[in-house]
């Protein structure tokens, strides 16, 4: 497994952007497939997106496609999310996961064996 932090997250106002980091230390980021989700209150967690090593990524979200970019950066170790256009809606903790096999995307969170601690999103005027 891999321990995986995530940050960025915070509130912003309707029409707003965030990017979001997943990191680690002491593993090396670009072997893995790193997935980004998010769960709401009382709602069950969903995927965003997932992005293997090579950078070809996968988007499972319909309402945030077109707004959500997965992007990785190699040489900083670091999977990001950028979120523009921000809705109510999109208020959540949000995930950064590894899959196992490690290098292989899915939507299902079942997939995902290493999770980050979270980052709270909120949308608000």
């Known amino acids: 497994q891999v321990q995986l932090v995530e940050s960025g997250g915070g509130l912003v106002q309707p029409g707003g952007s965030l990017r979001l980091s997943c990191t680690t230390s002491?593993?090396?980021?670009?072997?893995?497939?790193i997935g980004w989700f998010r769960q709401a209150p009382g709602k069950e967690r969903e995927g965003i997106a997932c992005?293997?090593?090579?950078?070809?990524?996968?988007n499972y979200l319909e309402p945030v496609k077109g707004r959500f970019t997965i992007s990785r950066d190699n040489a900083k170790n670091t999977v990001y999310l950028q979120m523009d256009s921000l809705k109510p809606e999109d208020t959540a903790v949000y995930y950064c996961a590894a899959p196992d096999p490690y290098y292989y995307c899915s939507q299902s969170p079942s997939q995902y064996t290493s999770w980050g601690q979270g980052t709270q999103v909120t949308v608000s005027s």
């Open positions: 002491g593993s090396n980021l670009y072997v893995y497939a």
């Open positions: 992005i293997i090593n090579s950078g070809d990524s996968s």
